[in-house]
């Protein structure tokens, strides 16, 4: 029996390095694959950091919202 992605919010707005990418990856250390966590951040370099970490950890991304300023991006967990 399959079950519904649990997508879980990750507010690092204010946030700055190493903190975002941290943070990320420990709120996806608690996920299942297929989960999704959308993180929030205005920290311009995690927009490069964050999508190369996760990358290597078999997950996808892709910026959701971006006002020049804030960003989403949704991760969906991969095999680990």
Same mark, same amino acid.
């Given at each position: 029996? +399959? ?5 879980? /919010?990750?507010?690092? #707005?204010?946030?700055?390095?190493? &903190?975002? %990418? ?18 929030? +951040? ?5 927009? /490069?950091?964050?999508? #190369?970490?996760?990358?290597?950890? &078999?997950? %996808? ?20």
């Amino acid at each position: 029996m +399959s079950r519904d992605p649990i997508v879980e /919010q990750l507010d690092v #707005r204010g946030n700055v390095c190493p &903190g975002p %990418t941290g943070d990320t990856l420990q709120a996806l250390k608690k996920l299942g694959v297929g989960d999704r966590l959308v993180v929030i +951040s205005d920290y311009l370099p995690a927009r /490069q950091t964050i999508p #190369r970490l996760v990358e290597e950890r &078999g997950c %996808t991304w892709r910026i959701t919202d971006d006002d020049g300023t804030t960003f989403h991006m949704e991760i969906v967990k991969g095999e680990d």
